[in-house]
Every structure is written in structure tokens, then in C-alpha cells.
């Protein structure tokens, strides 16, 4: 039997961490130039440095920069990323390659040009260099390697207002491609592996909520890939009750007269009240209306 694998992956910014601590392999001197300096090193630009804005520009192959570090990747590429050696050692240590038809690969860069870029980088590997990949990770020459196109995760890595912005991307990019796929009758597997930290903690428990097949994780320290454990993991009933009557908006007391205590779905964060009225919020409305 033939099983069609999704991965779907977080993408930050590993790429560059390690072209700047190999920066002498460079051939172009323009790639050199921005590898190298110490006050602005790519993999760690502030999020508002204008440089971002140069390296989405730069996320194209056929661009000097953007060839010269592909052709370092290409050389290691598990060495250069992180998120390709988090995916490939999962691979390789799957016990039943021989039974993967297919696997799909779904890369979640930040809202930053330089985890952008790194995605890219990533996503050209992929698709130029499919038989080494398939290669480095056991599959058969035979399986289906398809690679979409990345999808920024807005308002990611923009600071705190990404909870209000970023969270609804997430649920509504990131848990409903996952549903989808699992529609569509794909095991789907997220490595939350790259990006910032705050996001990728809420990414796991998104798709935790929504029904990942496994979550993976590769520790920065010791390169080692682990599983993380899929707790089951729904929304509290009693919540998920009380906020599909409050809907599109109804009066405190009216709910209260039905026993829903609003207080506490107020402190909880889910709903907002304004002038007596009862709204759920954005984000959870989106997760219900997708998790059922």
C-alpha cells in the first residue's frame, strides 16, 4: 500500500547562520560582502533593517547572492539547513520508506525578508536537486517529491502585534492546510523546527488541534530529530458551547440569563466586550469554524 506523505515546515533563517560561518566559500563578491560584515549579518537583522526588504528582492534564482548561496547549499545541504535536516533525517529513520508514494513539501517562512530568502533557497534545492534529496533520505528513486510554493506567514516575526495579526494567519494558513490535506487523505507531519520561537510553540499546538499526523523537532544543539508527543488536545467543551452561542454577537446579560459565563470566557481571552455586547474574537472564531 501506498501512502501520500505532507510536510509542512516552519523556514528561519539557518541558511544564512551557516553561509556567515562559511562565508570564504562565497564566489560572489556582492554575497561576500553582505555575509560577511559584523554589524549587520543576515540570519540575525532586525526584523525592521532595510536589508530585509533587499533580501526579499534577492529570493530568486538568477540573482548573484541568491546562486552563490544555493550552490553552498546544494554542496551540504544538511549541513547549511536546519529545516532540510530535520525533514530528511525523519526520512531516512521512517522504518517503512518503501510504502511513501509521495511527499509533499510545504515551506512556512516568516514575515522577514531574510527567512523568505532562506525558504527559496530551500524550495529551489528541492526542486533542482530532487534525486540527491530522495538520495540523502533513502526514499525510492521512484517517490513523488512535489514542493509548493512558500506561503509567508503574515505578521510573524513583526513583535508582539503578531498575536493579533499573526494568530489568525496561522489558523487559517497553517491549521487549515492541514485539515485539507488530511481530507485529501495525506499523513501530514509539521516541523516546527525553524522560525522564532513564541510562534512555532503556538504553531505546535495549532497543530496539535488540528490533527497533524506527527510533529517533529530537530534540537539545535545536538542535531538530534525527536517526536513530540501528540497530545490530545481539543478546545474545553464547555467553551466550545458557550462561543457558539454568543455567534456573531449577543448582549452580556442575554447570555448570562442562559448560564454562559462570560467573565471567565473574557479572562480566557477568547471573547472581547464592548458596550454590553459579546463578540468572539477573530482568531477563534477562524479555529472553530475549522476544528468543528
Known amino acids: 500500500m501506498s501512502y501520500r506523505f505532507a510536510v509542512l515546515s516552519t523556514v528561519g533563517t539557518s541558511v544564512l547562520s551557516n553561509v556567515e560561518r562559511n562565508v570564504g566559500r562565497l564566489r560572489s563578491g556582492r554575497a561576500r560582502g553582505l555575509f560577511s560584515s559584523k554589524d549587520k549579518p543576515p540570519s540575525r537583522l532586525a526584523v525592521d533593517d532595510e536589508l530585509q526588504v533587499l533580501f526579499r528582492e534577492l529570493a530568486k534564482p538568477g540573482d548573484e547572492v541568491f546562486d552563490d548561496v544555493f550552490n553552498l547549499v546544494k554542496s551540504d545541504p544538511l549541513t547549511y539547513s536546519a529545516e532540510l535536516n530535520a525533514i530528511a533525517a525523519w526520512l531516512r529513520n521512517y522504518p517503512a520508506k518503501s510504502t511513501i508514494g509521495e511527499v509533499l513539501i510545504a515551506l512556512y517562512p516568516t514575515d522577514t525578508g531574510n527567512s523568505i530568502f532562506s525558504a527559496a533557497v ?18 525510492s528513486p521512484s517517490t513523488v517529491v512535489k514542493v509548493d510554493e512558500p506561503v509567508v506567514l503574515r505578521g510573524f516575526g513583526k513583535g508582539v502585534e503578531w498575536f493579533r495579526d499573526g494568530l489568525m494567519e496561522l489558523i487559517d494558513k497553517f491549521a487549515g492546510r492541514i485539515i485539507d490535506l488530511k481530507n485529501r487523505g495525506y499523513r501530514v507531519v509539521v516541523n516546527p523546527t525553524g522560525g522564532f520561537k513564541p510562534e512555532s510553540a503556538y504553531l505546535t499546538l495549532i497543530a496539535m488541534l488540528a490533527g497533524a499526523w506527527r510533529i517533529i ?24 458551547n458557550a462561543l457558539k452561542q454568543v ?46
Open 122 to 139: 530551500i524550495r529551489h534545492y528541492l526542486n533542482a536537486e530532487s534525486l540527491g534529496f530522495k538520495e540523502r533520505t533513502g526514499l
Open 247 to 292: 455567534g456573531q454577537g449577543v448582549y452580556k446579560g442575554v447570555l448570562e440569563q442562559v448560564g454562559v459565563n462570560v467573565d471567565e470566557l473574557e479572562d480566557k481571552g477568547l471573547v472581547e466586550v464592548k458596550d454590553g455586547v459579546v463578540n468572539v474574537k477573530d482568531w477563534v472564531a477562524k479555529l472553530l469554524e475549522l476544528t468543528g
Open 217 to 240: 523537532y530537530s534540537h539545535e544543539s545536538f542535531r538530534e530529530i525527536v517526536e513530540l508527543p501528540m497530545l490530545p488536545l481539543s478546545l474545553d467543551p464547555r467553551f466550545k
